[in-house]
């Protein structure tokens, strides 16, 4: 991997984390983060906040909070929505609403809205799309291999559809993404099912959580990691991007982003190296 980033940044520098959960944090087949242990430790003991951003949902997502020990904000459902912890001295977040424990800003579109939608460009494409509205616990658990009570937390969907296109070999991807932005909506594809949103994305809420940690922060400068096309928007805009390795190649985005760092570990073995690679050396000056 490249060089340490304090080498170029004083130890005072404000670092924040965001991560992508499956196949970036979490392993894409067993949801597991032991290999990334180590990496998370050293967060935890330089300060450096770990935002979780993703498709999965806000119930989702406080679960794994709680397993990880994680208090920073976090980004549900693609951007739909952000939540910060309603703990802190600092106050809640200009125009966020209380919602059970948390603040919460919304930028997604109704989960109703989005449901209507699939349904439209279903009859209008004429393909056999499958949208979770239209699964049951048992068969969202079994296309995802999570266990009944993380399906059950996984169908409390409020900003963002997952579908699949069932029986389709080549799905033409243009058709798609014209169909929705025919309706103001917007395709996303992560690592097992397509998105169906509103146009947020994953970049605007990052922007959104630095501007708000610039409050305290003069200087932040952003880690990110994520390993598919709903992930894109936060790693172009990222001072240290990193692309976790999976079963899918992405050529064109080191084109696109020069300063991509690639790891070359899967999951979170990849996590892991990458931000003891790049946190490592603000370690070793602190000791000095
Ligand atoms: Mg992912």
Redesign the pocket.
């Not at 992508?20 to 970036?24: A, I, K, S, W, Y």
């Given at each position: 991997m490249g060089e340490n980033v304090t080498d170029k940044f004083p130890i005072t520098t404000f670092f924040i984390i965001f991560s992508?959960?499956?196949?970036?944090l979490l392993d894409?087949n067993t949801y597991g983060w032991q290999e990334a242990q180590p990496a998370l430790n050293l967060c935890k003991k330089l300060h450096v906040p770990v935002v979780l951003v993703?498709?999965k949902t806000r119930a989702e997502m406080e679960f794994l909070r709680s397993k990880l020990s994680i208090s920073a904000p976090f980004v549900s459902e693609n951007g739909g929505g952000i939540f910060f912890p309603s703990d802190r001295s600092k106050g809640p977040p200009a125009g966020a609403s209380f919602d059970n424990g948390l603040w919460k800003w919304s930028f997604g579109l109704s989960y109703a809205h989005l449901v209507r939608g699939l349904k439209e460009i279903r009859d209008e494409l004429r393909w056999n799309i499958k949208g979770f509205s239209d699964m049951d616990i048992e068969e969202i658990s079994q296309l995802t291999g999570l266990d009944h009570k993380i399906s059950r937390l996984a169908a409390m969907r409020e900003f963002d559809e997952p579908f699949l296109v069932i029986n389709k070999q080549a799905v033409d991807e243009n058709a798609l993404h014209k169909a929705a932005g025919k309706r103001g909506l917007t395709v996303t594809s992560?690592?097992r099912f397509y998105h169906l949103q509103g146009k947020n994305d994953k970049g605007k809420a990052m922007e959104k959580i630095i501007s708000w940690y610039k409050d305290e922060h003069k200087q932040v400068f952003s880690i990110v990691l994520?390993?598919?096309p709903?992930?894109f928007s936060m790693l172009e805009l990222a001072d240290f991007p990193v692309l976790?390795r999976?079963q899918r190649e992405f050529p064109e985005l080191k084109g696109e982003i020069p300063r991509l760092r690639v790891t070359r570990e899967i999951g979170p073995e990849g996590w892991n190296n990458a931000i003891l690679d790049i946190l490592g050396k603000k370690e070793e000056e602190r000791n000095v």
């Open positions: 992508d959960l499956d196949g970036t894409h993703s498709s992560g690592g994520g390993d598919s709903n992930d976790i999976s």
